[in-house]
């Protein structure tokens, strides 16, 4: 299992920034996945999470209205849609998925959100 997120940068507070991971060694399509983010000092904590076949997906009260999660099972790729982000959204976002009982995470990529 390899998940390998891209698409961080720095933008200016009230921007956007799309983040994509992308899985491969398993069967991407049966698993939901999750995007997580840890800012300097603080914990990883969940963001948002969507379902095997995409019908389903929740989101941490902070990102409500502003981030939308989704998936291209035939892309093997989830994404992380962020608008109208603020300073407080600066972290490293990580994709994560459980298989077979075992937590995967991918390397993470940085966001940064500063004028």
């Known amino acids: 299992v390899h998940l390998v997120e891209s698409g961080g940068g720095l933008v200016q507070p009230g921007g956007s920034l799309r983040l994509s991971c992308t899985a491969v060694?398993?069967?991407?399509?049966?698993?939901?996945m999750r995007w997580y983010r840890q800012a300097p000092g603080k914990e990883r904590d969940l963001v948002a999470s969507?379902?095997?076949?995409?019908?389903?997906?929740n989101y941490v009260d902070s990102v409500k209205g502003r981030f939308t999660i989704s998936r291209d099972n035939v892309k093997n790729t989830v994404y992380l849609e962020m608008n109208s982000l603020k300073p407080e959204d600066t972290a490293v976002y990580y994709c994560?998925?459980?298989?077979?009982?075992?937590?995967?995470w991918g390397q993470g990529t940085q966001v940064t959100v500063s004028s």
């Open positions: 060694g398993f069967t991407f399509s049966n698993y939901p």
């Open positions: 969507i379902s095997s076949r995409g019908g389903n997906s």
């Open positions: 994560h998925t459980i298989v077979n009982m075992r937590d995967y």
